[in-house]
Every structure is written in structure tokens, then in C-alpha cells.
């Protein structure tokens, strides 16, 4: 620093960049070569080829594509031309960049530019949705504007409007400085308009003074935090904000911890590194950090307050990144301090005034109260190839790109497939074809057609997960072009029906429309590909596209654009408009309408007559209009319209039930001739049109036909443009007095009528005309159930990059035993607040979620608020593949653990063994399989002994404790087709608690574990522990189904070296060597031995693996442990034992045949259980429970 100072303090022109190579504990050659570096920035030749001869150092090219995870690039400043050359001075303020002096007086304009693509942090603060800058930004701009001219404090500043950015827009951004009074004091105000438009009114946001600041700067004294301050848990402060209705982004994040004493918080802060705090004076995410300690006093609720008025604000360090805050809160005011490390003061203000916030002021800016939308069809990146590949049912085409071993005739053809053995698709793919020209009768079938096999997927899909892709052709409109985008009315009643699934089960459909060839037009999607890429298309989590040209298209709801005139269309001044639905209340609306503003004098309104329509044609014959109503009857339909006095100039058709499309259809044939001023067709915008009971795809077929109809009815309007005829088609939202769905707010009558003239005036072929509740759609867009198309009107900050979110950061201070604890937690809570359940109300976390009521819907919207509250990316079939809140949360922490969060889980790894296993069972060659199972497991990594295991042999855990003298040791079966280790025994352990103490083995090599050597190593392992865990206490062995075996050996093992076992009970076990069932031939050969037991072993396995009832998801390496202890206690003869033995027997068999005393081993006692071999311990544990607690007693 001296020798910079003492340079500077000389003058130069020259450029001089001072560089250390020597600093305290930093004297070695990292330091010198960082040293180098500094000085080739300065401009300094460094000869690098020297620096780096005889290591292995090489040059590299730099990468040609932007890093997913980190920005390498720089980001896009504003052009550095110089302002000189515009007779303007240099600012060095990354917005305002220039300033100049007015001509004839001490005053000043600093200039600039705002957008997204300058400051890309502004995308992360958005406040009911939209993107508006801080308002601290203006605070800092006129900060800035004061800090040459000797006026460095803002006194006070007063804000006046919000400052709006949209994702496109650029802003010109202009700070008014006055000239200094007598005090020195000078006035400051901030203004934007749209750059490149100089015609536009710029808009004031603010107003303050500036002054001389002559307060010196008193740092920070004591200890940080102070004495008595509480810790304050900070991870749900951004979750409370955006309740409210602002949203922060990973760069508004800035609180990272927090303690509280009374009405003050310290804080300390801290934003990231790439967003340029070194460019400000204070950094506006910084400064609005600290403001957002403010809730952590408050705790408010309902609409959030904003700052709106700063005094005495002072920056005494510019360009501070991260700080210590002493925010002192009272009411609807603060006072901010802000301190380095050190404890010198940074930044001050002495007073800042918060206001309630105006959401209804910020909608109004955006879009100037407008509720008419259009559906914009916007290209979207596809990833990389993917691995999913889907099946194909049905026809179709044959290049469709999947081999004929992938294609199955229908639904059933695959679920036959999946139980023989195949492996179960995660997609499957369709294309529904339809005839040319459909008439009707053509359309109708399609939407039936269509509504069966959504009905008939979600009824027998290979699994919850799997999702159905239905590939249409020209059943929706992507463009502006009229004659191009012209419709198949069939295939577009199928794409309605589609979206009608869709809204009632997320995830599970994926609707795909192409212009020509299925498969020609997927398989370009991805560069390079050979195949078409389905896999790819299903990673945009997006539930309809559309390939035109290698495109891929997704919709997204968008402001409409401005009419072209404000003058109302000539409808009927010379002739009639006819109105369908004329008799309903939109209807009559539309009537009164009519002839109060667009003067119409002959109406026709098909619908019912009765005392209400002759009330109507009266009041309209007082506005001198003549009016008919008639029933809307299709056979007479021809003609009524024949017998008009005045031809019709209109149709307006409000009828949008699913008798709606063949009415339309006539009145289009009847009136091909006619000259008409306006073709109109009504229907339901989808998404927020509320479910009436009744009307579900999986209930009955209303709403799959009034989805079809909606669509062949915006078919129709496409024809009739192609064929350069009128016709408009509206999409309405919810009329006043009419059901309003999530995310929608009933029109008043008046707001649809003005939208309805709107729309007429737009040349657009459809539109949405609905009001929509923003706070709402918030709502949804935080929780992730924000349908697909209205994406683009809610905008929502930049989620935290996965892995790095708010889970991982809760999990970092918490001890490794207690981290599944707290995941659990949270998964619980979500899961609660999911299904509506209260506060109190305890969720089973081992309970399947279906069991709990959770449907595909909810499952969806699970997976979304938990990718929300964890930071991590989760596939849309997460929920529906770990169907219980504790696998979910196992699955959660996992994904924490190793950073696997990108990757969306594969299938999973046991389908290859299970599947194979499940198809020897089905063709009778189990034996086989098992034999080759074993000999699999022939080079398997082995331990043999204790020491070798991370754990030394930790091998039991304890389920119930009782006074009883004897206790009970549980070993599971190594099968684990009946459940894995402890679960196996928790019902049983219930009913021995309080009884007598109950613990359960867990068998060594399972799971990622080593094998055990030998039977004699598992066995000692397992006596160790045992000893360790019950002392010198007399105990009994229970071992259920294949647990038996390892039991009695286990017996044998440790009577042999000298322990006392109190008994052995097996529970329903199978004899795998002959002895043990007491055969009488026992003296045969060894091989015949193994034969015998595997096929006494392959008989039982047969009947687990086809129990239709259980769901089998074992992995290869649970099998393959399985395989281990098969080699190990098959064949082999246990030698005597002098402990008491008792056999369960299940009485009712899996398969239906007669139970066979000569499967089970041979015990001193016996006793029959009226149960299965599953429910012996799940429904019937009770009484095996009392069986064992009776033969103990004996």
C-alpha cells in the first residue's frame, strides 16, 4: 500500500501495478508463482514456458461451453465505449457508468443502463410473482450519485414507484442530482424509461436529499455475538418471506445466522462471490439481507411491508461482500449497522420506514389490468441422450425407434410380459391414430378411444412410475400461420383428453405432437443421435410437447397483444347473430350486450324457451332489438337459419359441453356462404377449471368429453381461418357466479364483456380471456404444482444448485445419528401438510403412502414441495418409487450424503435376479436357478472373522424388554422375500413387550458387506454377540422360516462351547439337509442331499415369489447374500443339541396344497398356527407370540 500511495502521490500517466512477492507465512513458491500472475495481469510479460520447463505442465484450451454448475464466463457488462466521446464523464458505479454537469449550473445527470443480462442477480428478487429490482437498489444508486460531488450521505430518500424488470427489457436509468443550498444539501431523484424508446414517460422512483457528512465512523466494541443474544434458527426465514409473497433467490440468501436479544438481531451476512459486490457502494443483496432480519423480530404475516423511506444512510467501506449486522427493529422502522470483521463500521443507516406492499399496484403496472391471454408456443433445450427407452403397445409406426422384442399388443399383452419375468418399462408409447377428414363420429371415437386408454393405463400400468408417451400428429397449432397450423379435429380431441389426464395425474402421461413421421421427428431432437430420443423429451418435466423442424415447443400462457382498434367489430347492424346458450346467464349477458353496444337489431338464441326467455326477448324489444328463442335442436337447425328474415352476420357459440363440437360443426356447414363479420367459439380454460365430482377420467367419461370437445372446438376455429374465414376461439375462465378453480378469480359480467370486445378486436385465433390470482399461482409455483402452461406468468427465483440447498445446510451442523432423524421430520411434515392433516396428527412414517390416501396428484405435488424444501433435483416418479415417508427420507439423506442428487434414480438394481427368479418360478425351473444363484456367489469377497468389519460384529439390536428370567434371541430368515432383518419380527417383539426382553440378529454379509468365510465364521460372529448382549441370562433361539436353520446351528455352536440355550423355536423352517427331517434314507450321497434340499428350498421360494399380493423389490446383492447362505447351511448336518426344540407350523399353504410334514425340521414339540407362511408373523404374530410365551412357560 506504501508504495502505491507514494506513486500516486507523485502522478503518472503511465500505468503501474505494484506486486508483492513476500507476505508473512506465505514466502514459498505457491506465493512467488501467484505473484507472477498478479503482474501478467497488470501487463507484465512473464515468460512461462521458463517458468513451467521440465515439470509436467501443459497448456489447455479453454472449454466451449458454459459449466452447468458454475459460470466461468464473465457476465455481460455494459459496452465500454467511452463516454467522453458523448461529451460525457466516466462513472465508476456498474449502472450508472456517466454523468455530466448541466451547461449554466451546479446540477447533474448520472446515466446507465439496468437488465437482467447486466445484473444478473436481479432474476432472484421477485415480489408477487413479478420481477421487480429491491428497493434498496434505489437507495444505493442515489447513494452513488452523491459520493463525487461531496454530498455522501443520503439524508432521507422517499420511494414512489417500484422499479419493474422484466426478463427482456432493458432500462435507462437516470439519477438527477440539484445543485447544493446553503447547507450544502443537494436533492436526488431516479428515473427509468425503455431503452431505445425516448418517446416514452420516463417514471420517478424515488426522491431524497444528499449532504455532507461529517459524523466520524464508531466501529463495533465487545464481543460478537453479544452477551445474552439467543441463537435464532435462520433456515426458514426465506420460506416466511415467500409466504408472504417475496421470493429470494440463492444471491438474496444472505443471512447465515442469526441471534437475537429483545427487538434486536445481530446477523451475519454474506452474498456470493460472482455477483459484484465489489462494483457497489453497498451492494443491494447485501443491504437487503439485512433488512430481512426484520422478520425473524416480527414474524409478520399476510402481505409483507417494504421499505419505502431511508435516513441517514452512510457508507463508510464500499465494495464489502459479507459483514456483521446490528439491526434494531421497532414496529414499522429500523436502524442498520453493518461491520467488517474487524469491528470497523461499513454502512449506516439510522432510520428505515417499512410500508405495507401493494400487490395489486405492482399487477397493475405489468400488464395495465389486462386478463386476455394467448397460448405462445416456446422452444425449449433438450439434455443429453438418455437411457429410457420406452415400450410400445399397439400399431405403431415402425419408426417409432424401439426393436420388435420392445412392442406388445396392449396393455395386457405387457403386464403378461412383466409377470413372466421382462423387466418393467419405465415408459411405454402409443400413437393413436386416426381417420383422415373425420367427421364427428370420427372425432368422437378418437376422444373415446382416448379416454379408454388413459382409464385402462392408470388401472394396469407396470408400475405407479411408469409414464404412458401418446404421440399425436397435428392435433395442436404452434404459430401465427393460419393456412400451416391447420388442425386434425380428431387427433385434437385426443390431445384434449390427454391434458384432461394430465391435470388429475401429474407424471403420469406425456403428450408429444409432430408434424409428419413419429419417429423421424423424436430422433433429431438430440445432436447426434441414432434413435429417437423419448428418454430425453421425458427429462423436460414438461407434460405436452410439440417437434416442428427438430424444435421441441412447449406452451406457455402470455399476455395477449394489444387490439388493433378500440372500436367495437360491425356485427349485426344488417343482419342476425345467432347465440347458442342464449338462455344461460352468459348468454343473456352476451344479448344485452350486443345491442346496447354494438346495435344489433335481430337476435336468434338457441336454447330453452319458458318464462325467463319471453322476460328477455321483452326487455331486449324495449332497446328495439327482435329476438327468437329457439331450442337448439340439430335435425331443425337448417332450417331455422333458412327462415331468418336477415341473413346471419354472427355466430357466437357458448355452448362448451361436450354436445358443443357437432353444433358448432353445423352452424360452420350451414354458414360456409355466408359473409360473417364473426365466427366465435366458447370453451374451458383447463387449468383452472375446478373438477366437478362426478366428471374425473378415472370416475366416468363427462370430463374426458368436454376436454375433446373444448379442442375440437379450436380445431374448428383453425379450419375456418385456413380457409380465409372468420373465426375466434375463447377460452374462458371462471364468469362471476360461476366455480372458480385453483388459481383463477371469478370475471365480473362487465370485466368478460370488455374482455370478449378485446378479443374481437385481436387477430389471434385463440385466447384466453380469465383472471388470475396471482398470489395463488405463487403458491403453486413454490410448491411445484403450477400447471406446465402457466409457467411463464409467475416468476419464481433461481433455485440454490442441488446438493448445496437448504437440507444439506440444515444436515451440516447436526450429528451423524440424529441427520435420518431430522429428514424424517421434514419429509413427515410435508407429507402432512400434503394429505391436510393437523398439526397434532402423527404420520406412520413405515406406512405406505397410498395407504395414508395420497393419490398420484398428491404423490406429484409431494415430490415438488420436497425438491423445494431440500434443494434437490427429484424425478417426477420420486414419490411414487420409495412409497413410504421412511424410505423417502432414507433416499433424501443418501442423496445428501454422496452428492447423487443430478441423477435420476435408476431402476432398481435387484429387477435383474427378481425378474429371472419370478420366471423360473412360472416355468418350473427354480431348482436350476437357485443352483446358479450359488454358484454366483463362488468368487464373492469374504471376511473370517469379526476384526475384518468396520462395525467388529455389532449384530444385535433389542425390540421389547420385559422382567421375564428367559430371554428371547430372534434370527431372521435369509430370504428376504419376507422382509429384511429386523422387520421381520417387530409384531412378534410387540407382544413380548413388557414381558421379557426381546433381540433380534442382523445376519452378517448382506447388503454391501463381505461374506462370511464360512458357516462356522457367521456363527461365531453371531454367538459373539449374543453373549455380549445377554450376559449369563438363560435365553431361547427363535429362527422364522429359513432363520430356523441358521438357529439350530447356531444352538449347536454355542453349546459346543459351553453356553446353556434354554430352547430353540422355529417358525414354520424348512429341513434343507435330511437329517433334520428325520428322514430315514438319511445315509445317501451328498450330491442327492443338495438336490433334495434345493428342490424342498425352490418349492418355498415358488410359493413367496408368486404371492400377487406382495410387492418383490429386492436388490441383486440381498439375492446374491441369499445364495451365500444356501452354500453355507444346505446339505450340511447339524450335530446333536440338547436344547428343547419346538416347531411352528403354518397351517394354511401358500399355494393351496395340503400342508407335508416332511418339509418341516424335525423338533421335540409342535404346535399348528391357523396362518400362512407370511402371516405367521404379521396378522397371526399374536398367536405365534403365545405359542412361543406357552412352550417357554412349559
Not at 412383466?418 to 376422444?447: E, F
Not at 338464441?605 to 326477448?617: M, R, S, Y
Not at 443338495?1090 to 421360494?1101: C, R
Request: proline share 6%.
Amino acid at each position: 500500500m506504501a508504495v502505491e500511495e507514494t506513486i500516486a502521490a507523485h502522478g503518472t500517466d503511465r500505468r503501474v501495478g505494484v506486486v508483492g512477492s513476500l507476505r508473512r507465512d506465505e514466502g514459498g513458491l505457491k506465493r512467488f508463482l501467484l505473484s507472477l500472475a498478479e503482474a501478467h495481469i497488470a501487463g507484465v510479460r512473464i515468460d512461462w514456458a521458463a517458468c513451467f520447463a521440465h515439470s509436467n505442465a501443459r497448456s489447455v484450451p479453454l472449454p466451449t461451453y458454459a459449466f452447468q454448475h458454475k459460470h466461468y464466463w464473465p457476465s455481460i457488462r455494459p459496452a465500454a465505449s467511452d463516454p467522453g466521446a458523448s461529451g460525457l464523464g466516466r462513472v465508476e458505479h456498474p449502472v450508472l457508468t456517466a454523468g455530466m454537469q448541466l451547461a449554466d449550473r451546479d446540477e447533474w445527470v448520472l446515466t446507465g443502463r439496468l437488465s437482467h443480462e447486466t445484473q444478473p442477480w436481479l432474476r432472484d428478487h421477485v415480489a408477487f410473482g413479478l420481477p421487480v429490482a429491491p428497493n434498496s437498489t434505489l437507495a444505493e444508486l442515489a447513494l452513488a450519485a452523491g459520493r463525487d460531488l461531496g454530498t455522501p450521505l443520503l439524508d432521507e430518500l422517499m420511494f414512489e414507484a417500484p422499479l419493474l424488470l422484466s426478463d427482456d427489457a432493458t432500462l435507462q436509468i437516470q439519477a438527477i442530482v440539484g445543485a447544493p443550498d446553503a447547507d450544502g444539501r443537494r436533492t436526488v431523484s431516479v428515473h427509468s424509461r425503455p431503452d431505445g424508446d425516448q418517446h416514452a414517460e420516463a417514471t420517478r422512483h424515488c426522491t431524497g436529499l444528499l449532504a455532507p457528512d461529517t459524523e466520524p465512523a464508531i466501529g463495533l466494541v465487545g464481543a460478537w455475538p453479544p452477551p445474552g443474544a439467543e441463537p435464532v434458527p435462520v433456515d426458514g426465514l426465506y420460506a416466511a418471506l415467500a409466504d408472504l409473497g417475496l421470493d429470494c433467490g440463492p444471491a438474496l440468501l444472505g443471512v447465515r445466522a442469526a441471534w437475537r436479544a429483545a427487538n434486536e438481531v445481530y446477523a451475519e451476512l454474506a452474498v456470493p462471490d460472482d455477483i459484484g459486490a465489489a462494483d457497489f457502494g453497498i451492494h443491494p443483496a447485501l443491504f437487503e439481507a439485512a433488512l430481512h432480519t426484520r422478520q425473524l423480530v416480527l414474524a409478520e404475516q399476510g402481505v409483507p411491508k417494504l421499505p419505502v423511506s431511508w435516513s441517514g444512510v452512510r457508507l463508510v467501506t464500499p465494495g464489502v461482500g459479507h459483514g456483521r449486522a446490528r439491526v434494531a427493529v421497532d414496529g414499522d422502522t429500523l436502524r442498520l449497522d453493518l461491520y467488517g470483521d474487524d469491528g470497523s463500521l461499513v454502512f449506516a443507516v439510522d432510520r428505515v420506514a417499512f410500508r405495507a406492499a401493494d400487490p395489486a399496484h405492482l399487477e397493475e403496472l405489468r400488464r395495465g389490468q389486462s386478463s386476455l391471454y394467448r397460448v405462445n408456443w416456446t422452444p425449449v433445450s433438450v439434455g443429453a441422450s438418455s437411457p429410457i427407452r420406452p415400450v410400445v403397445l399397439g400399431a405403431a409406426d415402425a419408426d417409432a425407434g424401439v426393436g420388435a422384442a420392445d412392442r406388445y399388443a396392449d396393455l395386457d399383452a405387457l403386464a403378461r410380459a412383466v409377470a413372466d419375468g421382462a423387466a418393467t418399462p419405465q415408459a411405454a408409447l402409443t400413437v393413436l391414430d386416426t381417420p383422415a377428414d373425420a367427421d364427428a363420429s370420427a372425432v368422437q371415437d378418437a376422444a373415446d378411444d382416448a379416454a379408454a386408454l388413459v382409464r385402462g393405463w392408470l388401472d394396469g400400468a407396470p408400475s405407479d412410475a411408469a409414464v404412458l408417451i401418446v404421440a399425436t400428429r397435428r392435433a395442436v397449432a404452434v404459430g401465427d400461420d393460419d393456412e400451416e397450423d391447420v388442425l386434425d379435429p380428431a387427433q385434437a380431441a385426443v390431445w384434449g383428453v390427454l391434458g384432461a389426464a394430465q391435470a388429475e395425474h401429474p407424471g403420469r402421461f406425456l403428450a408429444v405432437d409432430v408434424d409428419g413421421d413419429v419417429g423421424a421427428a423424436v430422433g433429431v431432437v438430440v445432436a447426434g443421435a441414432t434413435a429417437p430420443e423419448w428418454g430425453a423429451l421425458l427429462g423436460l418435466d414438461e407434460p405436452q410437447l410439440a417437434v416442428r423442424s427438430g424444435r421441441v415447443l412447449v406452451p406457455r400462457l402470455a399476455l395477449a397483444p394489444a387490439p388493433s382498434t378500440d372500436r367495437p367489430a360491425a356485427l349485426g347492424a344488417n343482419g342476425t347473430v345467432l347465440i347458442t346458450g342464449g338462455t344461460t346467464p352468459r348468454g343473456t349477458a352476451l344479448a344485452r350486450h350486443l345491442t346496447a353496444h354494438y346495435g344489433v337489431r335481430d337476435l336468434l338464441l338457441l336454447g330453452e324457451p319458458g318464462a325467463a326467455a319471453d322476460e328477455l326477448v321483452a326487455e331486449l324489444a324495449e332497446r328495439g332489438a327482435r329476438t327468437r328463442v329457439e331450442a337448439a335442436e340439430s335435425d331443425g337447425l337448417a332450417a331455422l337459419v333458412a327462415s331468418l328474415d336477415q341473413p346471419l352476420t354472427a355466430v357466437i357459440h357458448t355452448e362448451d359441453g361436450a354436445s358443443g363440437p357437432d353444433l358448432a360443426r353445423q352452424l360452420h356447414t350451414l354458414t360456409q356462404e355466408s359473409d360473417l363479420a364473426a365466427f366465435v367459439v366458447f370453451s374451458s380454460f383447463a387449468p383452472v377449471t375446478p373438477v366437478a365430482p362426478g366428471t374425473s377420467l378415472a370416475g366416468g367419461p363427462a370430463r374426458a368429453e368436454h376436454a375433446a370437445a373444448d379442442a375440437a372446438g379450436h380445431a374448428l376455429v383453425r379450419a375456418r381461418r385456413a380457409a380465409k374465414q372468420t373465426g375466434t376461439a375463447l377460452a374462458w375462465g371462471p364468469w362471476a357466479g360461476e366455480p372458480a378453480g385453483p388459481g383463477a378469480v371469478e370475471l365480473p359480467v362487465e370485466r368478460a364483456l370488455d374482455l370478449f370486445d378485446q378479443a374481437l378486436a385481436t387477430d389471434t385465433a385463440l385466447l384466453v380471456p380469465v383472471r388470475l390470482d396471482s398470489a395463488a399461482l405463487r403458491a403453486q409455483a413454490r410448491e411445484g404444482t403450477l400447471p406446465a402452461l402457466l409457467r411463464g406468468l409467475v416468476r419464481l427465483p433461481a433455485k440454490p444448485e442441488a446438493g448445496t440447498g437448504s437440507l444439506a445446510q440444515r444436515l451440516a451442523g447436526v450429528l451423524a445419528a440424529d441427520r435420518e432423524r431430522v429428514v424424517l421430520d421434514l419429509v413427515t411434515e410435508h407429507v402432512a401438510a400434503v394429505l391436510g392433516h393437523g398439526a397434532d396428527e402423527r404420520i406412520d412414517a413405515e406406512r405406505k403412502l397410498k395407504e395414508l390416501g395420497m393419490d398420484s396428484m398428491s404423490a406429484v405435488g409431494l415430490r415438488n414441495r420436497l425438491a423445494q424444501a431440500t434443494g434437490l433435483r427429484l424425478p417426477v416418479s420420486f414419490v411414487f418409487e420409495h412409497p413410504t415417508p421412511a424410505e423417502i427420507a432414507r433416499q433424501l439423506l443418501k442423496q445428501v450424503s454422496t452428492g447423487a442428487s443430478d441423477a435420476v434414480p435408476p431402476v432398481p438394481a435387484g429387477a435383474t435376479i427378481s425378474a429371472r427368479l419370478r420366471q423360473a418360478a412360472a416355468s418350473g425351473t427354480l431348482p436350476t436357478a437357485l443352483r446358479q444363484l450359488v454358484a454366483a456367489t463362488a468368487e464373492r469377497p469374504v471376511f473370517a472373522s469379526a476384526a475384518e468389519l468396520p462395525d467388529n460384529g455389532g449384530r444385535l439390536a433389542q425390540l421389547a424388554a420385559g422382567p421375564g428370567r428367559v430371554k428371547i434371541v430372534c434370527v431372521p430368515s435369509y430370504v428376504y422375500v419376507v422382509g429384511s432383518g429386523q422387520e421381520q419380527f417387530m409384531r412378534l417383539a410387540d407382544r413380548f413387550d413388557g414381558v421379557r426382553d426381546v433381540h433380534v440378529c442382523t445376519l452378517p454379509g448382506f447388503g454391501t458387506e463381505q461374506a462370511p468365510r464360512s458357516r462356522e465364521v457367521a456363527l461365531d460372529l453371531l454367538g459373539d454377540a449374543i453373549r455380549a448382549a445377554v450376559g449369563d441370562a438363560p435365553f431361547v433361539l427363535v429362527g422364522y422360516s429359513m432363520g430356523g436353520v441358521v438357529a439350530r446351528s447356531l444352538a449347536e455352536r454355542l453349546e459346543s462351547g459351553g453356553a446353556a440355550i434354554a430352547g430353540v423355536a422355529m417358525i414354520d423352517t424348512l429341513a434343507l439337509d435330511t437329517g433334520a427331517a428325520g428322514d430315514a434314507t438319511a445315509d445317501t450321497d451328498a450330491d442327492a442331499d443338495a438336490d433334495a434340499a434345493a428342490d424342498a428350498f425352490a418349492a418355498l421360494l415358488a410359493g413367496l415369489l408368486t404371492q400377487e399380493r406382495r410387492e418383490i423389490a429386492i436388490d441383486d446383492a440381498s439375492w446374491l447374500s441369499m445364495g451365500d447362505y444356501l452354500r453355507l447351511f444346505t446339505g450340511e448336518r447339524t450335530g446333536p443339541s440338547t436344547a428343547r426344540t419346538l416347531m411352528i407350523r403354518a397351517t394354511e399353504p401358500l399355494d393351496g396344497a395340503a400342508p407335508d410334514d416332511r418339509r418341516w425340521v424335525a423338533t421335540d414339540d409342535h404346535v399348528g398356527v391357523a396362518a400362512d407362511h407370511f402371516t405367521l408373523i404379521e396378522a397371526a404374530a399374536g398367536d405365534t407370540a403365545d405359542a412361543i410365551e406357552r412352550w417357554i412357560g412349559a
